[in-house]
C-alpha cells in the first residue's frame, strides 16, 4: 500500500477536477440548478449509434447542447460515450462480429440487440476512431468551454459496469468474462486512446479521466482483482484520475464499508500526487424499505458514510431529485456539498465530527473471540452478543437476516436498522476533526430519544454522551495537523448539535486560545424539551494549535452530575457568511410503500432466465 501511494508522488497536486466541481450532480440532465441550487453539475451521455449514424458521420449536436447549458448555467458537466451493445448497427456489416447472449434481464433484451466482439481488428479501428473525433470536437471549443467539462468517464464494455456482455455468451469463442487477461489487454488499450487523447498535449487543459474497476489491491478468494488496470492508470494518466466508488453514499453499516474507507480515503483525502476523486451515484436503493424507515436520516447518514470514503461527488436519479425538497432529505446534499470539495486541510474551510460508534464484529481487538466467538462473516451469534453488550445505550438488530447479507442485498433487503455489522465503519464520521480517546472519554448512544420512526431527528440515529457515574464527562477533538496554522489567533466559528434531554442540566464548550487553561466559549442549559439543537459561537481568538486539555482544540465539558448528549461538531475559518445550515422540522412522509426487493420482483415476474447463478461481480453490478 504504502509503496503504491509513493509511486503516485510526493508533491502535492492541485485536484482535477476543481473541488469547485465536487458535491451533488443531477445523473438525468433534468433539474434546473436555479431551482435546486446545490446542483454542482449534470452528466451528459451520447450513444454511439446516435452519433455516427453512418460510417465516418458523426453528429456532435447533443454534446454542443450539453456543453452550452454548462457555459450558460456556470455549471460542470461530465461526459461519456456509450459503446459495446450501443454501437451503430453498421459496424457489423463491416467487419465486426455480432456476440449474442442468454440470460439477459429483459430491459436489456429490449434495448440491445447483440453485442459486438471488442477484439476484432475493425471494432478497435472504429472505437479509435470515434474517440479521436470525440476529442477534435471538444478540442475545438474555447478554452472556457473546455474548462466546464469537470470529466471525462471512459466506457470500454456495457454502459459503466465494464463488462462485455450482459448474461452468458452463446458462441464461447467470443466470451470475455471479465477478470480475463484477454478483456484486460483490451481494457488497458482503450485507456492508452482515452489518455492520449486528452490528457496528451500541453497546449489544451488537461482533462480529467473516470475509470471503474480499477483497484489497488487484489481481490480474495483467488480471482485477480483490477490492482494492474490500477497501475497503469496511475503510471499514465496524469491529469486527474477518477474512480467509481461503487456503493458509497448509499446506506450506512453496510458490509464491508471499513474496508472501502480505509482504501481510499488516503487517496482521496488529503493525498499527494496524481489528482484523484471519486464519483458514485444514487439507484433506486432510496426506495427500498431500509431508506423508508427514515429518509432524510439514511440521505444524512450516507452522506456521512460517502465522505468519510472521501467520495467527491454523488449523482443523484432523478426520482429522488424529485421529491427531496418536499420529504426534507435535501439538507443531506447542502450538508455533502459543504465538506466534499474540501480535500486539502490547509485550505479547507471547515472541519467537522459527525458521533457515531458501529460495531464491527470483524474486528478481534475490540471484540475479543474468548468473549464473543469466532469471528466469522456467517456467526450471527457473535454479532448478537457484541450488540447485547451496548444494548443498554440503545444499541439493536431490527433485521437478523441482514446480518448475513453483503452490502447489494442489504440495500435490497434489509428492513431495519443494525447497529453491529461485518467489517463496518466502526469511528466517528468526520473531515479533519476528531475525538481523542472517544471511547475512555464517553459513551456511544443510538436511536436517542427511542425508538426510529419515519419523523425522528436525523441525529437520532447516532451519538455520543457523558457518563457521569463512570467519570466520563469530557469529551475532547483536536484538528487536523494544518488546518490551523500559526499561534496568532484567528476568528472561527464552531457548531454543536446536542440533545435537551434533562431539564436544568448544564455543559460548556472551551476551546485553546493559546494560553495555559482552555477558555469557556459558552455555558448551555437545558429546558429538557427532548428536542436536537444547534449552538453557534464565533471565537476571535481561538489558536487551536492542539493546546488543550490531552492536546485538544475543542472540548465539550459537562458542567453537573447530569449526562449531556451531542451528535455533531463544526468548526468553521472565519465567521459564518450564510445562514447556519439546519435539517427541516417539517416534511411530507412519504404515503407509498417501499419497492420490492429485486429478488421478489424476479420471482412475481416468472420471467427469471435460466443461465449460470450470478456470483461476485456479477451479483454487485446488479
Known amino acids: 500500500l504504502l509503496i503504491l501511494i509513493a509511486a503516485m508522488g510526493s508533491t502535492l497536486a492541485p485536484a482535477a477536477p476543481p473541488p469547485s466541481a465536487f458535491g451533488v450532480w443531477d445523473r438525468s440532465d433534468k433539474f434546473d440548478s436555479s431551482e435546486y441550487p446545490f446542483l454542482r453539475g449534470f452528466s451528459s451521455d451520447q450513444r454511439w449509434a446516435d452519433v455516427e449514424t453512418q460510417p465516418g458521420v458523426l453528429n456532435w449536436s447533443g454534446l454542443d447542447q450539453a456543453m ?18 450501443d454501437s451503430p448497427q453498421w459496424i457489423y456489416e463491416h467487419g465486426v462480429p455480432k456476440v449474442m447472449t442468454q440470460g439477459e434481464k429483459a430491459k436489456q ?5 447483440g453485442y459486438p466482439y471488442y477484439l476484432a481488428p ?3 479501428t472504429y472505437y479509435q476512431r470515434l474517440i479521436t473525433e470525440f476529442g477534435k470536437h471538444i478540442r475545438s471549443y474555447p478554452r472556457e468551454k473546455q474548462e466546464r467539462i469537470a470529466f471525462i468517464q471512459i466506457k470500454t464494455g456495457c454502459t459503466g459496469d465494464e463488462c462485455a456482455y450482459k448474461g452468458n455468451v452463446i458462441e464461447s469463442k467470443y466470451d470475455l468474462p471479465m477478470r480475463s487477461n484477454a478483456w484486460r489487454e483490451f481494457r488497458l488499450w482503450a485507456f492508452d486512446v482515452f489518455v492520449r487523447t486528452f490528457q496528451g498535449g500541453s497546449a489544451q487543459p488537461q482533462i480529467a479521466l473516470m475509470f471503474n474497476n480499477v483497484s489497488p489491491d487484489e481481490e480474495e478468494g483467488g480471482e485477480r482483482g483490477f490492482s494492474q488496470e490500477w497501475k497503469w492508470v496511475v503510471a499514465n494518466a496524469k491529469g486527474g484520475v477518477g474512480i467509481k466508488l461503487a456503493g458509497s453514499a448509499r446506506g450506512h453499516h453496510l458490509s464491508g464499508e471499513r474496508t472501502k474507507v480505509e482504501m481510499w480515503q488516503p487517496r482521496l483525502i488529503d493525498a499527494q500526487g496524481t489528482p484523484l476523486f471519486a464519483r458514485s451515484e444514487m439507484d433506486q436503493t432510496w426506495q427500498r424499505a431500509m431508506f423508508y424507515v427514515n429518509r432524510p436520516l439514511n440521505f444524512y447518514w450516507g452522506a456521512l458514510t460517502g465522505l468519510q470514503n472521501g467520495q467527491s461527488i454523488w449523482d443523484i436519479s432523478s426520482g429522488a431529485m424529485e421529491v427531496c425538497k418536499e420529504q426534507g432529505f435535501d439538507y443531506a446534499f447542502y450538508f455533502f456539498n459543504r465538506y466534499a470539495g474540501q480535500i486539502y486541510p490547509k485550505t479547507a474551510t471547515g472541519a467537522f465530527c459527525a458521533l457515531h460508534k458501529g460495531l464491527d464484529a470483524a474486528d478481534t481487538n475490540a471484540y475479543p473471540e474468548s468473549v464473543y466467538g469466532p469471528a466469522e462473516r456467517k456467526n450471527v ?16 438488530v431490527d433485521d437478523k437476516n441482514g446480518l448475513l447479507l453483503d452490502q447489494v442485498r442489504q440495500r435490497d433487503t434489509q428492513t431495519g436498522f443494525n447497529d453491529v455489522g461485518w467489517d463496518i465503519w466502526a469511528d466517528n464520521y468526520g473531515r479533519f476533526l476528531y475525538q481523542i480517546d472517544a471511547d475512555a472519554t464517553s459513551v456511544p448512544l443510538w436511536r436517542v430519544g427511542g425508538p426510529i420512526t419515519k419523523t425522528s431527528s436525523i441525529y437520532s440515529r447516532f451519538a455520543r454522551g457523558f457518563e457521569h457515574a463512570s467519570g466520563k464527562d469530557a469529551m475532547y477533538f483536536k484538528l487536523h495537523e494544518g488546518f490551523s496554522q500559526g499561534s496568532e489567533p484567528k476568528v472561527m466559528t464552531v457548531t454543536v448539535v446536542w440533545y ?13 486560545a493559546g494560553q495555559a487553561k482552555m477558555k469557556t466559549a459558552l455555558t448551555v442549559t437545558g429546558k429538557g424539551d427532548k ?3 444547534h449552538e453557534v459561537v464565533t471565537l476571535n481568538d481561538a489558536v487551536f494549535r492542539h493546546g488543550g486539555s490531552k492536546g485538544s482544540d475543542l472540548a465539550l465539558v459537562n458542567a453537573d452530575d447530569q449526562d449531556d448528549i451531542f451528535s455533531l461538531i463544526e468548526v468553521h475559518r472565519g465567521k459564518l457568511e450564510t445562514p447556519v445550515l439546519i435539517p427541516p422540522a417539517v416534511y411530507k412522509v412519504s404515503d407509498k410503500p417501499p419497492m420490492p426487493p429485486k429478488a421478489e420482483k424476479t ?17 454487485n453490478q446488479e
Open 109 to 113: 433484451i429490449a434495448k440491445w440487440n
Open 68 to 85: 452550452e447549458k454548462a457555459t450558460q448555467k456556470k455549471q460542470f458537466v461530465y461526459l461519456s460515450l456509450s459503446v459495446g451493445p
Open 122 to 124: 475493425e471494432y478497435k
Open 381 to 396: 451469534d457473535r454479532m448478537l452478543k457484541i450488540c447485547a453488550a451496548y444494548s443498554k445505550y440503545g444499541a439493536a
Open 603 to 619: 420471482a412475481k415476474s416468472g420471467k427469471e432466465k435460466k443461465g449460470k447463478k450470478k456470483t461476485g461481480e456479477a451479483a
Open 500 to 512: 435537551d434531554g434533562t431539564k436544568g442540566s448544564s455543559w460548556k464548550l472551551d476551546y485553546d
Open 531 to 533: 428536542q436536537w439543537h
